[in-house]
């Protein structure tokens, strides 16, 4: 019988590719660490090589940003990743202590969905099929539609260079039918054995919920804190080199900017003088009806647009054709203020504040409502306020002058260089990491016996017993304490 539903027909190659990449990994399994190091240095390799033509295939079919970014992201995805990658250690033993006596032992966690974005499609596949294969692991990739033909020729170009240097057939594959159907098999199916999930809140939210362990990133909406400590100058660049990158396309980027009352004209200037365009009041209120959708979610018409494209959308005539970000005034937070959302597109949010105190209220208000243990950047040079804030605002990533969609995947600063910015417990998240492969790895611990009972008991205060039904509460916490302090 020929199978002509589109659901079923996903549905049964995700069942097909999912058996597959079972039995690649068990032989990926049996790999040791040169043998899997040969493997990511082809993915890099190969992603590396064709970085610009796979950055303009992406480009093409999404309309999103600028396919000279994105082949800096793509040569981030697949060199700069394995440069940060390649000494770990992550199957074998990773560890030994022999004082302590302990031993750490990396084990693969099996079989890996990678959910890819639209936002970052071919950058996303080089990014974690390293970091799968770095850890002895498979991955099967779920494609967003949008993206399919630039994430299918990326995984082609890849998964061949991985074969020939040694990686099992089908240990990295992609879904070449995507429907919703197709990536919740994905999700639950028994040969999953973890979810990489990048894209919208609603992803995310199917990953967490599917039974199947994962490490799922939600929406960034940093805000941006330039302080009379800091440099005005260097700190409007730096955010709109920031927020033009890519036309605003990775989750990290800058989505408003806050400062105090007195360094308003000082710092509305500096934008207007590096090309930002302050709409007023009339044009604010029109632009704010296309940033989100009748149902409250990002309008994806505006998505990785450049300042042109979405002034002609919304019918701004007077933005000139030189403008590089679009910036609106702003004061409340919520569903019914659209600038106080995240915006992957060249657009601002300007809050000003009557005191540094306002500033970090507004800020930990902007995260808590979106956002939520991603991104917060900050603009000063004084140390102590940087501490002040940085204990304070609910992100799991504090950065301090440097632009912040760069900063964040590390490329700018020394965090770990990743495309998963994982938003810890605060933000819904496992994990509050920049995702690499010690994230997709298990450890087991082996531990020799360093003690015997008669050793504990010995350290047990005289006169007592751990067995009386008579041991004072004051005795017990001798005993634990005693014990505690042995073992710490």
């Known amino acids: 019988m020929d199978l002509l539903d589109k659901d079923l027909v996903s549905i049964q190659e995700v069942r097909s590719l999912l058996k597959t990449a079972h039995e690649a990994q068990k032989k990926l399994a049996t790999l040791n660490q040169t043998q899997i ?26 309309g999103f940003g600028l396919w000279q970014d994105k082949v800096i992201k793509n040569v981030f995805g697949s060199k700069g990743i394995y440069e940060a990658i390649k000494d ?46 770095k850890g002895g692991n498979a991955i099967v ?39 919703m159907e197709a990536t919740k098999e994905l999700m639950t199916n028994r040969y999953t054995c973890l979810i990489l999930a990048t894209g919208g809140s609603a992803m995310v939210k199917a990953a967490y919920s599917s039974g199947t362990p994962a490490i799922g990133v939600g929406a960034g909406n940093g805000p941006a804190f330039i302080d009379k400590s800091a440099d005005v100058h260097l700190a409007v660049k730096r955010i709109l080199d920031s927020k033009t990158f890519d036309n605003g396309t990775i989750c990290a980027s800058e989505q408003s900017i806050i400062v105090e ?62 403008a590089c970000v679009l910036v609106a005034r702003e004061s409340k937070v919520g569903h019914l203020a659209p600038y106080s959302r995240e915006k992957l597109a060249p657009i601002l949010a300007l809050y000003v504040e009557d005191s540094v105190e306002a500033v970090l209220e507004k800020s930990i208000e902007i995260l808590h409502f979106e956002g939520s243990g991603h991104t917060f950047s900050m603009h000063a040079n004084d140390e102590e306020l940087v501490k002040r804030f940085s204990v304070r605002i609910p992100a799991s990533r504090i950065l301090i002058n440097t632009p912040g969609a760069l ?16 938003c810890g417990a605060v933000g819904g998240s496992s994990s509050s990491n920049n995702i690499g492969p010690l994230d997709v790895i298990n450890i087991k611990r082996v531990a020799y016996g360093t003690k015997e009972l008669e050793e504990i008991r010995k350290e047990t205060p005289s006169g007592s017993s751990c067995c009386s039904d008579q041991i004072s509460e004051a005795t017990l916490d001798a005993i634990v304490k005693k014990i505690m302090q042995q073992l710490i």
């Open 88 to 133: 770990e250690k992550t199957v074998g033993i990773l560890a030994e202590d022999r004082v302590n006596k302990t031993m750490d032992i990396g084990v693969p966690v099996g079989v890996i969905a990678g959910v890819i974005p639209s936002t970052n499609p071919t950058s996303t596949v080089m990014y974690k099929a390293q970091i799968a294969l």
């Open 261 to 322: 009352k007195c360094m308003e004209e000082k710092v509305t200037t500096e934008l207007k003088v590096q090309g930002a365009y302050m709409l007023n009041t009339e044009e604010s209120d029109q632009l704010a009806h296309f940033i989100l959708r009748p149902n409250g979610s990002m309008n994806p018409a505006i998505v990785g647009k450049s300042v042109e494209h979405i002034a002609k959308l919304a019918g701004l005539t007077q933005v000139p054709a030189s």
């Open 141 to 179: 990739f779920s494609p967003h539609p949008g993206a399919k033909n630039a994430i299918l020729e990326t995984v082609k170009v890849i998964s061949a260079a991985a074969e020939k240097a040694g990686m099992p057939k089908g240990a990295i594959s992609t879904i070449t039918v995507p429907t």
């Open 407 to 422: 900063g964040g995947i590390g490329a700018t600063t020394n965090l770990f260089p990743a495309l998963t910015l994982g």
């Open 37 to 62: 190091d040969r493997i990511v240095k082809a993915i890099a390799d190969a992603g590396y090589e064709h970085a610009e033509r796979l950055a303009k295939l992406a480009n093409e079919e999404t």
